[in-house]
Protein backbone atom coordinates (compact mmCIF):
# COMPACT_ATOMS: atom_id res chain seq x y z
CA UNK A 1 0.00 0.00 0.00
CA UNK A 2 1.74 3.56 -1.04
CA UNK A 3 1.42 6.66 0.99
CA UNK A 4 -2.44 8.49 0.82
CA UNK A 5 -2.14 11.49 -1.51
CA UNK A 6 -4.33 14.31 -0.55
CA UNK A 7 -5.46 16.08 -3.89
CA UNK A 8 -6.36 19.90 -2.65
CA UNK A 9 -5.70 21.59 -6.04
CA UNK A 10 -5.98 20.21 -9.51
CA UNK A 11 -4.18 22.20 -12.90
CA UNK A 12 -6.50 21.59 -16.25
CA UNK A 13 -3.50 22.31 -18.63
CA UNK A 14 -4.73 22.05 -22.18
CA UNK A 15 -4.42 23.87 -25.64
CA UNK A 16 -7.03 21.59 -26.89
CA UNK A 17 -10.29 22.92 -28.42
CA UNK A 18 -12.65 20.05 -26.36
CA UNK A 19 -10.94 21.30 -22.86
CA UNK A 20 -11.17 24.90 -23.42
CA UNK A 21 -14.27 25.53 -24.92
CA UNK A 22 -16.21 23.58 -22.17
CA UNK A 23 -14.00 25.11 -19.00
CA UNK A 24 -17.08 25.97 -16.83
CA UNK A 25 -18.81 22.48 -17.47
CA UNK A 26 -15.57 20.90 -16.56
CA UNK A 27 -15.73 23.22 -13.29
CA UNK A 28 -19.26 22.35 -12.51
CA UNK A 29 -18.12 18.24 -12.96
CA UNK A 30 -15.51 18.71 -11.11
CA UNK A 31 -17.24 20.15 -8.00
CA UNK A 32 -19.48 17.33 -8.06
CA UNK A 33 -16.75 14.55 -7.98
CA UNK A 34 -14.12 16.49 -6.04
CA UNK A 35 -16.43 19.28 -3.64
CA UNK A 36 -14.02 21.33 -2.28
CA UNK A 37 -11.05 21.00 -4.47
CA UNK A 38 -9.66 24.28 -6.21
CA UNK A 39 -9.60 24.29 -10.17
CA UNK A 40 -7.10 26.40 -12.30
CA UNK A 41 -6.72 26.59 -15.83
CA UNK A 42 -3.72 26.99 -18.31
CA UNK A 43 -3.60 26.77 -21.87
CA UNK A 44 -0.02 27.36 -21.91
CA UNK A 45 3.33 27.13 -19.92
CA UNK A 46 3.21 30.64 -18.93
CA UNK A 47 -0.60 30.80 -17.17
CA UNK A 48 0.34 26.77 -15.75
CA UNK A 49 3.49 28.57 -14.22
CA UNK A 50 1.60 31.51 -12.58
CA UNK A 51 -0.76 28.38 -10.65
CA UNK A 52 1.47 28.39 -7.32
CA UNK A 53 1.42 24.90 -5.81
CA UNK A 54 -0.98 22.15 -7.72
CA UNK A 55 -0.87 18.51 -6.67
CA UNK A 56 -2.00 17.43 -10.20
CA UNK A 57 -2.74 17.51 -13.34
CA UNK A 58 -6.14 16.75 -15.49
CA UNK A 59 -5.41 17.41 -19.17
CA UNK A 60 -3.50 15.74 -22.18
CA UNK A 61 0.08 15.23 -23.45
CA UNK A 62 1.41 18.87 -24.45
CA UNK A 63 4.57 19.25 -24.75
CA UNK A 64 5.46 21.90 -22.02
CA UNK A 65 4.28 19.85 -19.44
CA UNK A 66 7.86 18.36 -18.55
CA UNK A 67 8.60 21.75 -18.02
CA UNK A 68 5.69 22.68 -15.89
CA UNK A 69 6.25 19.50 -13.81
CA UNK A 70 9.93 19.80 -13.34
CA UNK A 71 9.49 23.95 -12.01
CA UNK A 72 6.35 22.67 -9.88
CA UNK A 73 7.60 19.68 -7.61
CA UNK A 74 4.07 19.72 -5.95
CA UNK A 75 2.83 17.91 -8.82
CA UNK A 76 2.91 14.33 -7.56
CA UNK A 77 0.37 13.00 -10.26
CA UNK A 78 -1.19 13.54 -14.11
CA UNK A 79 -4.32 12.23 -15.11
CA UNK A 80 -5.06 11.70 -18.81
CA UNK A 81 -8.17 12.30 -20.67
CA UNK A 82 -7.52 9.92 -23.28
CA UNK A 83 -6.80 6.10 -22.79
CA UNK A 84 -3.48 6.13 -24.38
CA UNK A 85 -0.82 7.34 -22.60
CA UNK A 86 1.93 7.27 -25.18
CA UNK A 87 2.47 10.47 -26.22
CA UNK A 88 2.68 11.14 -22.56
CA UNK A 89 5.27 8.92 -21.92
CA UNK A 90 7.46 10.08 -24.76
CA UNK A 91 8.21 13.10 -22.74
CA UNK A 92 10.73 13.89 -20.47
CA UNK A 93 9.22 13.83 -17.10
CA UNK A 94 10.75 12.47 -13.64
CA UNK A 95 8.56 9.28 -13.65
CA UNK A 96 10.17 8.52 -10.84
CA UNK A 97 8.34 10.68 -8.32
CA UNK A 98 4.81 10.85 -10.73
CA UNK A 99 2.43 8.90 -10.88
CA UNK A 100 0.26 8.91 -14.04
CA UNK A 101 -3.36 7.63 -14.51
CA UNK A 102 -5.54 7.45 -17.65
CA UNK A 103 -9.29 7.72 -18.54
CA UNK A 104 -10.05 3.51 -19.04
CA UNK A 105 -13.10 2.85 -19.71
CA UNK A 106 -13.99 6.16 -21.25
CA UNK A 107 -14.58 4.39 -25.10
CA UNK A 108 -16.32 1.45 -24.02
CA UNK A 109 -19.51 2.70 -25.89
CA UNK A 110 -18.10 5.20 -28.60
CA UNK A 111 -15.59 3.13 -30.37
CA UNK A 112 -17.25 -0.37 -30.45
CA UNK A 113 -20.44 1.65 -31.91
CA UNK A 114 -17.77 3.30 -34.22
CA UNK A 115 -16.12 -0.26 -35.19
CA UNK A 116 -19.48 -1.88 -35.87
CA UNK A 117 -21.01 1.49 -38.24
CA UNK A 118 -17.66 1.19 -40.27
CA UNK A 119 -17.92 -2.60 -40.94
CA UNK A 120 -21.99 -1.68 -41.92
CA UNK A 121 -20.97 0.92 -44.30
CA UNK A 122 -18.75 -1.09 -46.49
CA UNK A 123 -20.94 -4.52 -45.99
CA UNK A 124 -24.16 -2.41 -46.69
CA UNK A 125 -22.51 -0.94 -49.83
CA UNK A 126 -23.50 2.72 -48.23
CA UNK A 127 -20.34 4.15 -49.81
CA UNK A 128 -21.38 2.72 -53.18
CA UNK A 129 -25.30 4.08 -52.90
CA UNK A 130 -23.81 7.31 -51.34
CA UNK A 131 -21.56 7.77 -54.89
CA UNK A 132 -24.91 6.61 -57.21
CA UNK A 133 -26.94 9.44 -55.09
CA UNK A 134 -24.19 12.22 -55.75
CA UNK A 135 -24.40 11.16 -59.86
CA UNK A 136 -28.25 10.16 -59.80
CA UNK A 137 -27.90 7.23 -60.65
CA UNK A 138 -30.77 4.02 -59.23
CA UNK A 139 -29.17 0.78 -59.64
CA UNK A 140 -29.70 -2.15 -57.79
CA UNK A 141 -26.95 -4.21 -55.95
CA UNK A 142 -27.07 -7.03 -53.43
CA UNK A 143 -25.62 -5.55 -50.14
CA UNK A 144 -23.92 -8.04 -47.49
CA UNK A 145 -24.20 -8.20 -43.82
CA UNK A 146 -23.09 -9.25 -40.62
CA UNK A 147 -24.88 -12.04 -39.73
CA UNK A 148 -22.33 -15.10 -39.36
CA UNK A 149 -19.50 -12.83 -40.69
CA UNK A 150 -16.41 -13.28 -38.66
CA UNK A 151 -15.06 -10.21 -36.52
CA UNK A 152 -11.39 -9.92 -35.96
CA UNK A 153 -11.03 -8.38 -33.15
CA UNK A 154 -6.29 -7.22 -32.73
CA UNK A 155 -6.04 -6.34 -29.42
CA UNK A 156 -9.12 -7.49 -26.58
CA UNK A 157 -8.63 -5.14 -23.84
CA UNK A 158 -11.55 -2.81 -22.22
CA UNK A 159 -12.50 -1.47 -26.19
CA UNK A 160 -12.04 -4.80 -27.75
CA UNK A 161 -14.04 -6.86 -25.37
CA UNK A 162 -17.04 -4.30 -25.42
CA UNK A 163 -16.77 -4.40 -28.94
CA UNK A 164 -16.98 -8.10 -29.14
CA UNK A 165 -19.96 -7.94 -27.02
CA UNK A 166 -21.63 -5.74 -29.77
CA UNK A 167 -20.60 -7.73 -32.27
CA UNK A 168 -22.53 -11.08 -30.86
CA UNK A 169 -25.80 -9.13 -30.70
CA UNK A 170 -25.11 -9.15 -34.85
CA UNK A 171 -24.86 -12.92 -34.69
CA UNK A 172 -21.00 -12.18 -35.88
CA UNK A 173 -18.36 -14.79 -34.92
CA UNK A 174 -15.58 -13.09 -32.85
CA UNK A 175 -11.93 -14.53 -32.86
CA UNK A 176 -9.00 -11.91 -31.13
CA UNK A 177 -5.72 -11.30 -30.03
CA UNK A 178 -4.56 -10.32 -26.33
CA UNK A 179 -1.28 -9.58 -24.92
CA UNK A 180 -1.97 -12.64 -22.13
CA UNK A 181 -4.46 -14.80 -23.83
CA UNK A 182 -7.42 -16.06 -21.76
CA UNK A 183 -11.18 -16.75 -21.68
CA UNK A 184 -12.93 -13.39 -22.77
CA UNK A 185 -16.62 -13.09 -22.48
CA UNK A 186 -18.52 -13.17 -26.24
CA UNK A 187 -15.47 -14.33 -28.20
CA UNK A 188 -14.76 -17.20 -29.80
CA UNK A 189 -11.27 -18.08 -29.77
CA UNK A 190 -8.40 -16.01 -28.40
CA UNK A 191 -5.17 -16.10 -29.31
CA UNK A 192 -1.71 -13.82 -28.29
CA UNK A 193 0.13 -11.47 -30.40
CA UNK A 194 1.98 -13.66 -32.21
CA UNK A 195 -1.63 -14.89 -33.72
CA UNK A 196 -2.15 -11.35 -35.32
CA UNK A 197 -1.96 -12.87 -39.04
CA UNK A 198 -4.13 -16.09 -38.12
CA UNK A 199 -6.82 -13.22 -36.97
CA UNK A 200 -6.63 -11.18 -39.86
CA UNK A 201 -6.65 -14.19 -42.42
CA UNK A 202 -9.84 -15.80 -41.02
CA UNK A 203 -11.87 -12.27 -40.62
CA UNK A 204 -14.56 -10.52 -42.94
CA UNK A 205 -14.10 -7.31 -40.51
CA UNK A 206 -10.74 -6.54 -38.52
CA UNK A 207 -10.45 -4.16 -35.99
CA UNK A 208 -7.18 -2.86 -34.91
CA UNK A 209 -7.43 -1.55 -31.19
CA UNK A 210 -4.45 -1.59 -29.75
CA UNK A 211 -1.81 1.11 -27.85
CA UNK A 212 0.92 2.31 -29.31
CA UNK A 213 3.98 0.76 -27.40
CA UNK A 214 7.19 -0.66 -27.72
CA UNK A 215 5.62 -4.01 -28.66
CA UNK A 216 2.87 -2.89 -30.71
CA UNK A 217 4.74 -0.79 -32.85
CA UNK A 218 4.33 -1.96 -36.43
CA UNK A 219 2.64 -5.45 -35.27
CA UNK A 220 0.21 -4.95 -37.91
CA UNK A 221 2.70 -5.33 -40.63
CA UNK A 222 3.06 -6.16 -44.61
CA UNK A 223 2.47 -9.93 -44.04
CA UNK A 224 -0.25 -9.33 -41.67
CA UNK A 225 -1.93 -7.24 -44.12
CA UNK A 226 -1.25 -9.39 -46.67
CA UNK A 227 -2.74 -12.30 -44.92
CA UNK A 228 -5.62 -10.98 -44.64
CA UNK A 229 -8.80 -12.17 -45.91
CA UNK A 230 -9.50 -11.14 -49.11
CA UNK A 231 -13.07 -8.58 -49.55
CA UNK A 232 -12.30 -7.91 -45.69
CA UNK A 233 -13.46 -4.37 -44.37
CA UNK A 234 -10.29 -3.09 -42.56
CA UNK A 235 -10.90 -0.83 -39.44
CA UNK A 236 -7.92 1.37 -37.21
CA UNK A 237 -9.22 2.80 -34.23
CA UNK A 238 -5.97 2.35 -32.12
CA UNK A 239 -2.80 3.81 -33.17
CA UNK A 240 -1.84 4.65 -36.73
CA UNK A 241 2.12 3.29 -36.14
CA UNK A 242 0.66 -0.14 -35.17
CA UNK A 243 -0.01 -0.48 -39.10
CA UNK A 244 1.98 -0.41 -41.58
CA UNK A 245 0.69 2.35 -43.59
CA UNK A 246 2.34 1.75 -46.91
CA UNK A 247 1.25 -1.92 -47.11
CA UNK A 248 -2.17 -0.70 -46.49
CA UNK A 249 -2.32 1.05 -49.12
CA UNK A 250 -0.72 -0.88 -51.42
CA UNK A 251 -3.72 -3.84 -50.42
CA UNK A 252 -6.44 -0.95 -51.03
CA UNK A 253 -5.14 0.04 -54.33
CA UNK A 254 -5.00 -3.60 -55.63
CA UNK A 255 -8.49 -4.12 -54.10
CA UNK A 256 -7.55 -6.63 -51.83
CA UNK A 257 -9.72 -5.41 -49.50
CA UNK A 258 -13.06 -4.44 -49.70
CA UNK A 259 -12.47 -1.43 -47.63
CA UNK A 260 -10.67 0.67 -45.04
CA UNK A 261 -12.28 2.71 -42.35
CA UNK A 262 -9.15 4.44 -40.83
CA UNK A 263 -9.36 6.78 -37.58
CA UNK A 264 -5.54 7.43 -36.96
CA UNK A 265 -2.65 7.34 -38.72
CA UNK A 266 1.59 7.37 -38.76
CA UNK A 267 1.53 11.22 -39.13
CA UNK A 268 -1.83 13.82 -37.92
CA UNK A 269 -3.39 15.14 -39.46
CA UNK A 270 -3.11 12.84 -42.13
CA UNK A 271 -0.84 15.00 -44.91
CA UNK A 272 -2.71 16.54 -48.16
CA UNK A 273 -0.06 13.97 -50.46
CA UNK A 274 -1.23 11.03 -48.56
CA UNK A 275 -3.05 8.76 -51.36
CA UNK A 276 -5.28 7.55 -49.16
CA UNK A 277 -7.89 10.82 -49.49
CA UNK A 278 -8.37 10.02 -52.92
CA UNK A 279 -9.35 6.34 -52.55
CA UNK A 280 -12.73 5.45 -53.10
CA UNK A 281 -13.02 2.24 -50.81
CA UNK A 282 -10.96 4.57 -48.06
CA UNK A 283 -13.25 6.70 -45.20
CA UNK A 284 -11.15 8.68 -43.71
CA UNK A 285 -12.60 10.44 -40.14
CA UNK A 286 -10.24 12.56 -37.99
CA UNK A 287 -9.09 10.61 -34.84
CA UNK A 288 -12.61 11.08 -33.21
CA UNK A 289 -13.99 7.38 -33.16
CA UNK A 290 -14.08 7.96 -28.93
CA UNK A 291 -15.61 11.38 -29.33
CA UNK A 292 -19.06 11.96 -28.03
CA UNK A 293 -20.90 14.63 -25.73
CA UNK A 294 -20.54 12.77 -22.92
CA UNK A 295 -16.53 11.98 -22.69
CA UNK A 296 -15.67 14.88 -20.81
CA UNK A 297 -17.87 14.22 -18.21
CA UNK A 298 -17.13 10.25 -18.38
CA UNK A 299 -13.12 11.26 -17.94
CA UNK A 300 -13.78 13.43 -15.06
CA UNK A 301 -15.50 10.63 -13.37
CA UNK A 302 -12.72 8.79 -13.72
CA UNK A 303 -10.32 11.45 -12.27
CA UNK A 304 -12.55 11.54 -9.31
CA UNK A 305 -12.54 8.09 -8.54
CA UNK A 306 -8.99 7.79 -8.67
CA UNK A 307 -8.70 10.99 -6.40
CA UNK A 308 -10.65 9.20 -3.75
CA UNK A 309 -8.29 6.11 -4.18
CA UNK A 310 -5.20 8.42 -3.52
CA UNK A 311 -6.77 10.14 -0.92
CA UNK A 312 -8.32 6.24 0.92
CA UNK A 313 -4.77 4.09 0.10
CA UNK A 314 -2.46 6.17 -2.30
CA UNK A 315 -3.67 4.01 -5.27
CA UNK A 316 -4.62 4.28 -8.45
CA UNK A 317 -7.52 2.60 -9.96
CA UNK A 318 -6.33 3.39 -13.95
CA UNK A 319 -2.72 3.51 -13.83
CA UNK A 320 -0.64 3.68 -16.87
CA UNK A 321 1.97 1.20 -16.44
CA UNK A 322 5.44 2.64 -17.77
CA UNK A 323 7.29 -0.54 -18.05
CA UNK A 324 4.32 -1.78 -20.31
CA UNK A 325 3.57 1.92 -21.87
CA UNK A 326 -0.41 2.11 -21.49
Avoid at 104 to 118: D, K, L, Q, R, Y
Wanted: charged share 25%; hydrophobic share 45%.
Amino acid sequence: MSEPIIVERVLIASEHSEIVDRIDELRAWMAEQVPGVQVDVARSLAEALSVPSPDAIFGNAQPWIADLVRARPSIRWIHLISAGADRLLELDLPFDRLRVSKSSGVHAASIPEFVIGAALYFTKGFDRFAAQQRRGEWQRAEMGGLEGATLGIVGLGTIGTALARKAKAFDMRVIGSKRHPCAVDGVDRVVGPDGTREVMAAADVVAVILPLTPSTRGLVDRRAIEATKPGAVFVNVGRGQVVDEAALTEALRAGRLRGAVLDVFDEEPLPASSPLWAMENVLITPHVSGSTPTYMRKAVEVFGTNVRALAEDGSLRTPVQHELGY
